[in-house]
């Protein structure tokens, strides 16, 4: 019996050990992508003592975000405490592989509460599976450190320590956690205000420490962030305009999603009709109401936000895959079957595989990053370099870059002047191959005319601005 019990632990082990390994090489497959960069400048630039939202212009010479700046705020704060450790772009990066595996871990026991029988091992082999497929788009960007997984996992956090424990102190601080949790992300005010709402209409006299504190946390953490210089015109007012797409170009975003939807379908339906499915559905939701359940309401209110969100300019199949993560617990309940060797010895070769090559595929990227990083670093001081859609090249605070992500090559070359500070002064000019090709199609004279490649490399490409 203690065999078999220690047994099945290695095996979870092992699963989670290859859930680990494939977030994490897909995580260094994302260092050369713009969520986590501008999220880490922002938390560069309050290390420095500088504006967290710089003054906006025709050429912006910083990385800059427009979601909340919660992130910004826990990387200078875990900077600051583990002072003694030196930490930098890439182990920051990776903490994303871990809050994946938390979240994981919280969503089996949102679904066990439901239902005690679910067996845990089905549940990440299942989760890791649909991470590796069905949810693969928002796998990279949860593992790029898109701030979706980490609010999530604050706020479920949060509840729980304030379900658990009865202690004033740790309610208040729940509290604070919760609210903070907003801080990561605009969506998440939705889920914020629902929860409360739903809590305080069960019962206010139970929750009233932890909805007292989480009200009062979030107008200081709004007051203080609205006296932020630039804050409310990058983070809300930026918003204002966004227009929806089409719904064939939904369809177009979506392409792989689908795919995968259509493969799982009949296999949703192993063990019982669609008649009976939706009749499943239809008690889960009503069982719901009359136990008028806070959690179940918050997050099916986030998941409709981010439905929305896949249909308007800039979304895609990332949000909805975290739409339906949001719900992923119920969903998984819903359509539950206990899965026989025949099926989970093929899942296992599968997410194995995936595994590997995810590994195998991060670390090349990770060696692209660092050929190009020591190349930049190689390059004499007396210098000034612009950054172009690439992030990052060096995350070394004492050097001076300037990123942009708008303006032509003409554009650059035309603004040199503005970045020289003396007539020796040599400008240098870090983009991705991708660009370098856009721009060699699109502005082939002036190209040739006015920069020569310095370094090249699959990462990228350094080029110097001729000297007129």
Known sequence: MNYKISLDYLIKIFILLIFTLFSIGLSFQQIFTWQFAEMYA?????????????????????????????LSFLLLFLKKIFFFVETNYISNLLLSSLFIIILTLQQYSIAKKDNPNINQFNFLVLTCFLYMTLFR????????????????????????????????????????????????????????????????LADFHKSRIFII???ISILLFFYYLLNIDNFYEYTILSFKDDKFITFNEWIRLHNGFLIWLLFLFPFLFFNSSLQEKSKSAFNLLRNKL???????????????????????????????????????????????????????????????????????NGFT??????????????????????????????????????FDIDSSPIDLALNESAFINNKGDKIYLVVS???FKDWEENYNYFVKQKFLVEYESNAGIILIIKND
């Open 290 to 360: 009359i136990r008028f359940d806070p959690l179940f309401f918050s997050l099916l209110t986030l998941c409709f936000a981010n439905l929305i969100s896949a249909f308007k300019y800039g979304g895609n199949s990332g949000n909805t895959g975290f739409a339906l993560l949001c719900v992923y617990p119920y969903l998984f309940n819903l359509f539950y079957t206990k899965l026989g060797r025949i099926i989970i010895v093929p899942l296992i070769i599968f997410i194995t595989i995936v595994s590997y090559n995810s590994i195998q």
């Open 42 to 70: 922002g938390m560069e630039r309050l290390y420095l003592d500088k504006d967290l939202f710089p003054e906006n212009n025709r050429i912006n010479t910083q990385l800059i975000s427009t979601y909340f700046p919660g």
């Open 137 to 200: 788009h928002h796998a990279e960007y949860a593992t790029s450190f898109k701030p979706d997984t980490i609010a999530l996992t604050l706020s479920l956090f949060a509840i729980a320590i304030n379900s658990h424990y009865k202690n004033s102190f740790i309610k208040i601080f729940s509290g604070s956690i919760f609210a903070f949790s907003v801080l990561f992300k605009q969506q998440f005010i939705f889920f914020f205000i629902i929860y409360l709402l739903f809590i305080s």
């Open 433 to 435: 191959k991708k660009l």
């Open 365 to 402: 990227e990770y060696r692209k990053f660092l050929n190009l990083n020591n190349a930049v670093i190689g390059i004499r001081n007396n210098i000034i370099l612009f950054e172009k859609k690439l992030y990052p090249v060096s995350t070394s605070i004492n050097k001076k870059f300037f």
């Open 213 to 215: 504190s989480s009200l």
